[in-house]
């Protein structure tokens, strides 16, 4: 199911995911991650819930879309459990170096991950994975300001 879902499928999954967490149901080792990811994100847990199925957040109001920044963090840490693409382990390793957190690498990794995709909606070709790698190799060879990557 997860592997192209509908925005409906997508934002039901976090929903049930979080919902089992507080139940205290099973999870499965998707629901388990996904789990990880909503901890880390608390201002978005009043949004899990079925009153925001068909909620919008337009980006041109300056409004982030928490499902799909969830979404971002979801695939991220897919790509980092298998090394998909290859090499996207050790540029996150040096993302975290650099910033010396986490949360603020998955961040920046999901800035590449955005990119790739644009680039990919805006030539009408498949995602390329290559100029992903590029972008997080420049965010790591970018000089630091002391700043983190925007939450």
Known sequence: MLF???RDQARRFFIESWRKHHAQVPL??????TVGVL???PEYHPYLHPDYLDRDWPPEL????????LSMHLAIEEQLSIDQPPGVRDLYSGLCRK???EHAALHAMSEGLAEMIWQA???????????????L??????PTSGEQPPR
Do not use: C, M, W
Request: hydrophobic content about 25%; charged content about 25%.
């Open 28 to 33: 499965t080792d998707l629901e388990k991650i």
């Open 99 to 101: 910033f010396g957190d």
């Open 62 to 69: 300056g409004q982030t879309n928490p499902f799909l920044h």
């Open 121 to 135: 909606q805006r030539h009408g070709t498949p995602p390329d994975p290559n100029h992903y790698l590029d972008v």
């Open 4 to 6: 192209n879902p509908s």
């Open 39 to 41: 901890l880390r994100h």
């Open 137 to 142: 190799r420049a965010l790591l060879n970018r």
